[in-house]
């Protein structure tokens, strides 16, 4: 009569497998396998808190398609679109628990602290970024600590974590959270030159979607500072006030700008800094694959 | 920069705080911090054990309200009704991050895996609600069983948490986890009986709320056993198809019928199971008071 963990709704199974079709870039759970392989960590651990990261990822990432109203994602339709907001939700809380399970298996404290720490720290961005649309004075400094709560923090976990479940000691555990930090922040950066510049096909969702939802982005920032009408753009940016002709207009003006560099340029400093970090540790071969994975961060185009 | 999970966003504090005036009855802590007290338990373990399930609880409200579209909760408008479905989906959110850090706080492995179990068990149950609104032929294991997904899973944490935090045996542990699964069997049974016969300033809520959402309950599928148009009013109730005229003469069938009463014999068979199970624990004021819980269960009025 009861129903066990294993046992799941047919139609959550075809959600799930929607979801896990759409592919993703799993760069979350690279990260934690290949810091956890540097470290010399539990490989068992190491895979399990890898899906746990990216399932907690995939969660967020659900219940975001909701709240944006996203149709497409990763290219595909969304839950939302296809299902309804009550199956979204449903769906991304049962990830959500899935992913807070198998953090739970590994069985140490710290690791399930930071797990439910970072997701405070995510929806609590959101909840800022959801009413951060009508604040027309937001400036770098709050775009920096939006992305830490949105796409760094869950970095941090995954480097972080993966020290957990290594013998390295406090200090180096610290140093592999700040790698996390640096570039996932450069991650995001670059993800949001990318709603820029890259073409829709490649990326599986409309160009400049940030923009038209009023979201203002650094390469956005960057631009502002140098434009003449910038309190009115800015205005007419974030109430979602622009045409597709004034926003075809903004985003030809965007690309042929400085603030794509401008961005760019910001993304390199943490990279940089990641790498640098990354040079404490353990000379292996797994320490180069991450010298390589920071690199594509940088210069991915999707 | 960082956002710590000490620096809440204003939006959200105010959604807590709207949240939490609402009360509630707090049968789950009080569980909670009585079996634990019973099972001489570790007592500040206990108090967070007992947030840690309450929020959980509260969490799975917060994103109900916003699948079933309910505008009233405990009386006062829901999140989803004054703040919108993107607040409510990150509300609750945040409070289930929350229960899971409070969870973790405690350091007992053993309970963070049931606790995130009972999670998805939760959720794979609405699943199965939202699309079983379709399924004509659903019957009384079909009803025990999403009870038990959606209440008496959450009790089961309440019991057997507590009866982990204390040192008694595997089986003493077991014993406790069915008390916790008998008498939340009966509280929702209770629950579903009092959608029918409480009045609607007490409880909150809209009279024959489930009924109006094609919900069919216990006290629905006894007065169906016996209905002579079986077939063809169980499909006008599912499809809600009922106007307003149909649905109080439905009620009033059902409340003049044998229903309830045949209801009522099967939450106090669960009841008197789980009160046969206590028996078994330390006789002590904490088993007195939770056999007073377990008769205030069968006996309240909302």
């Known amino acids: ?6 046992e799941h709704d047919p139609n959550l199974i075809a959600a799930l497998d929607h ?37 907690l990822h ?21 839950i939302n679109a296809t299902l309804g ?11 959500f628990a899935r992913a807070a399970y198998l953090a739970a298996e590994i069985g ?3 690791l399930m602290k930071i797990f439910a720490r970072t997701l405070m720290t995510i929806v609590n961005g959101e909840i800022s970024q959801m009413y951060a649309n009508s604040k027309s004075d937001a400036g770098i400094p709050d775009y920096l600590e939006r992305i830490y ?15 957990i479940l290594s013998d390295i000691d406090e200090d180096a555990v610290a140093v592999m959270k700040s790698f996390g930090y640096n570039i996932g922040m450069a991650f995001q950066i670059v993800d949001d030159v990318l709603d820029f510049t890259a073409d829709e ?9 940030d923009l038209r939802q009023g979201l203002i982005t650094l390469p956005v ?16 940016i974030t109430t979602q006030q622009c045409d597709e002709d004034e926003l075809s207009e903004i985003v030809s003006a965007i690309r042929s700008s400085k603030a794509i560099d401008k961005a760019l340029d910001q993304a390199q400093e943490f990279i940089t800094t990641g790498i640098s970090l990354l040079k404490m540790m353990p000379a292996n071969q797994e320490r180069a694959a991450l010298y390589e994975l920071a690199d594509h961060i940088i210069n991915r185009s999707t």
């Open 19 to 55: 979801l896990l079709s759409s592919g993703g870039k799993r760069i979350r759970p690279a990260l934690v396998l290949l810091s956890a392989g540097m470290l010399n960590a539990d490989r068992d651990h190491a895979i399990t808190l890898a899906a746990s990261v990216e399932m």
């Open 149 to 163: 709560a949105k796409t760094a923090s869950l970095f941090e976990v995954a480097t972080e974590g993966a020290a």
């Open 85 to 95: 907001p009550g199956a979204t939700v449903l769906t991304g809380d049962y990830i």
């Open 108 to 110: 140490e404290q710290a």
């Open 1 to 6: 009569m009861r129903i066990s963990p294993g």
């Open 201 to 209: 096909e490649r990326l599986g969702k409309p160009a400049a979607n």
């Open 58 to 78: 995939t969660a967020t990432l659900v219940h975001d398609d909701l709240i944006d109203g996203a149709s497409l994602r990763r290219g595909i339709p969304t």
């Open 221 to 236: 920032l960057y631009f502002l500072s140098t434009a003449s009408d910038q309190e009115n753009l800015r205005h007419k």
